[in-house]
């Protein structure tokens, strides 16, 4: 359902493949700025899947709260969602009282440890 890694402006990310806790998120968007994009499969129930790609942005200010900021499909777009949310593994999107939930996945940028 989703990739093992994304391409990012030439630059390799891996999918975080194991659940982390509120806390684990936290310190992972907290400490990787800029380098942690997750990924949205809009698809379910459909043949092929529909990702959509974001830059996660998060800060001390933003308490329990996290901006998706789009990449991919409606670029420029941000949706703010809370770490508890994600923690279980989705996203929630809320339209006309219908109430839509998509797994999704966080990638990190792949560490290249070159030999000297």
């Given at each position: 359902?989703?990739?093992?890694?994304?391409?990012i402006r030439n630059k390799t990310?891996?999918?975080?493949?194991?659940?982390?806790?509120?806390?684990?998120?936290?310190?992972?968007?907290?400490?990787?700025?800029?380098?942690?994009?997750?990924?949205?499969?809009?698809?379910?129930?459909?043949?092929?899947?529909?990702?959509?790609?974001?830059?996660?942005?998060?800060?001390?200010?933003?308490?329990?709260?996290?901006?998706?900021?789009?990449?991919?499909?409606?670029?420029?777009?941000?949706?703010?969602?809370?770490?508890?949310?994600?923690?279980?593994?989705?996203?929630?999107?809320?339209?006309?009282?219908?109430?839509?939930?998509?797994?999704?996945?966080?990638?990190?940028?792949?560490?290249?440890?070159?030999?000297?």
């Open positions: 359902m989703f990739p093992t890694k994304i391409l990310y891996q999918i975080i493949d194991n659940p982390l806790t509120k806390n684990e998120l936290k310190a992972l968007f907290k400490n990787n700025p800029y380098e942690v994009y997750a990924v949205v499969n809009e698809g379910l129930g459909r043949e092929e899947p529909m990702l959509t790609t974001f830059l996660v942005l998060h800060s001390d200010d933003f308490e329990n709260n996290v901006i998706l900021y789009d990449i991919s499909r409606q670029i420029n777009t941000t949706i703010t969602t809370e770490l508890s949310f994600l923690e279980k593994g989705y996203i929630e999107f809320i339209d006309v009282g219908m109430v839509d939930r998509y797994p999704i996945k966080f990638y990190k940028k792949e560490e290249n440890y070159e030999s000297i």
